[in-house]
């Protein structure tokens, strides 16, 4: 139970991270003008959103364990 613990907790210290690195990402965005590093950085952001999602979801598989 303690490994399961331990994971929860890591997994939600890299999703708190995430989360405030694609808030800067999305500020970055929104005052970038448009062009081929404004659609890097659109794609960077998706990726780093379907990272914390993995994260969530693997958040849930262990809690439900």
Known sequence: MTSQ???LLKLTKE???LSDHIAGLKRK????P???EKDQLIEDIKMRQFQALFYLEKM???AKQ
């Open 34 to 36: 448009e062009g081929p």
């Open 5 to 7: 613990n331990d994971e």
């Open 15 to 17: 999703v708190r991270e």
């Open 60 to 62: 849930e598989n262990i």
């Open 29 to 32: 965005n929104n005052t970038m």
